[in-house]
């Protein structure tokens, strides 16, 4: 591979995260995982190092600004630089807004939001003193719609990506690209919430999801553009999906 880069990923344990991992490594970057179930990156860090190719992990709570820093410091220490963060962790407990979840609404914006924000500071300076780097940026087509008991997730998601439109107008050296998926076969649908709420996401999502090795590609395709080309966004939708 000509341009092989440093990329850091959050909530690499599953879904998109590990679909991402699978597919930048594959293509010849250096992964660097992060999540809290480390157990499942020790396997897939294995995993991908007997295929012959490099990868790392490390335990990662996006929830917590030290944890974020020291994920990003570890990285840059022993690689001396950070070419790709790819914000990915989420959650998703979807239920009625009278339903007053509030414990799974401000976990929403602790990981959905303040996590991304949580990434964006720990890798911002770092990529400003190199002048160069990219920053992804996983939202939702949640954040371009909203439909009932959804409404908090897709207010992390609107905010996802009016911060990182924002941040890509702030600078010039730094990629700023928004991933916005649609229904995708992951995790997200099977935790949380309110539980007929949660069932009936789930069967739209075995109805018509896609496989977030989709989502993958397009992040792929997003890192792989020239330094001065910025894919802004990429809406990824499953061709069933009509609303």
């Given at each position: 591979?000509q341009?092989?880069?440093?990329?850091?990923v959050?909530?690499?344990?599953?879904?998109?995260g590990?679909?991402?991992?699978?597919?930048?490594?594959?293509a010849g970057?250096?992964v660097v995982?992060g999540?809290?179930?480390?157990?499942?990156?020790?396997?897939?860090v294995?995993?991908?190092?007997d295929?012959?190719?490099?990868?790392?992990?490390a335990?990662?709570?996006?929830t917590?600004?030290?944890?974020?820093?020291?994920?990003?410091?570890?990285?840059?220490?022993?690689?001396?630089?950070?070419?790709?963060?790819?914000?990915?962790?989420?959650?998703?407990p979807?239920?009625?807004?009278?339903a007053?979840?509030v414990?799974?609404?401000?976990?929403m914006?602790?990981?959905?939001?303040r996590?991304?924000l949580?990434?964006?500071?720990a890798v911002l300076?770092?990529?400003?003193?190199?002048k160069?780097g990219?920053?992804?940026?996983?939202?939702?087509?949640?954040?371009?719609?909203?439909?009932?008991?959804?409404?908090?997730?897709?207010a992390?998601?609107?905010?996802?990506?009016a911060?990182?439109?924002?941040?890509?107008?702030?600078?010039?050296?730094?990629?700023?690209?928004?991933i916005?998926?649609?229904?995708?076969?992951t995790?997200?649908?099977t935790?949380?919430?309110?539980?007929d709420?949660?069932?009936?996401?789930?069967?739209?999502?075995?109805t018509?999801?896609?496989?977030p090795?989709?989502?993958?590609?397009?992040?792929?395709?997003?890192?792989?553009?020239p330094?001065?080309?910025?894919?802004?966004?990429?809406?990824v939708?499953?061709?069933?999906?009509k609303?």
């Amino acid at each position: 591979m000509q341009n092989p880069k440093i990329v850091l990923v959050t909530g690499a344990s599953s879904g998109i995260g590990e679909a991402t991992a699978r597919h930048l490594a594959a293509a010849g970057h250096l992964v660097v995982l992060g999540a809290r179930r480390v157990d499942r990156l020790e396997l897939l860090v294995k995993e991908l190092t007997d295929a012959g190719y490099q990868a790392e992990y490390a335990e990662l709570d996006v929830t917590a600004p030290d944890s974020v820093k020291a994920f990003a410091a570890g990285a840059l220490e022993r690689h001396g630089r950070i070419d790709v963060l790819v914000n990915n962790a989420g959650v998703m407990p979807l239920s009625l807004v009278e339903a007053l979840r509030v414990e799974d609404w401000n976990q929403m914006i602790d990981v959905n939001l303040r996590g991304v924000l949580h990434g964006i500071a720990a890798v911002l300076p770092v990529m400003n003193e190199q002048k160069s780097g990219q920053i992804i940026n996983v939202a939702s087509t949640a954040g371009h719609r909203v439909y009932p008991t959804g409404a908090v997730y897709s207010a992390t998601k609107y905010g996802v990506r009016a911060l990182s439109e924002g941040l890509r107008q702030e600078t010039s050296d730094i990629r700023v690209t928004i991933i916005s998926p649609g229904f995708t076969l992951t995790e997200l649908t099977t935790i949380g919430g309110d539980p007929d709420t949660r069932q009936g996401a789930r069967e739209t999502a075995e109805t018509i999801g896609i496989d977030p090795s989709a989502i993958a590609g397009a992040i792929g395709y997003a890192i792989a553009q020239p330094a001065d080309v910025d894919v802004s966004e990429i809406v990824v939708n499953p061709t069933a999906a009509k609303f």
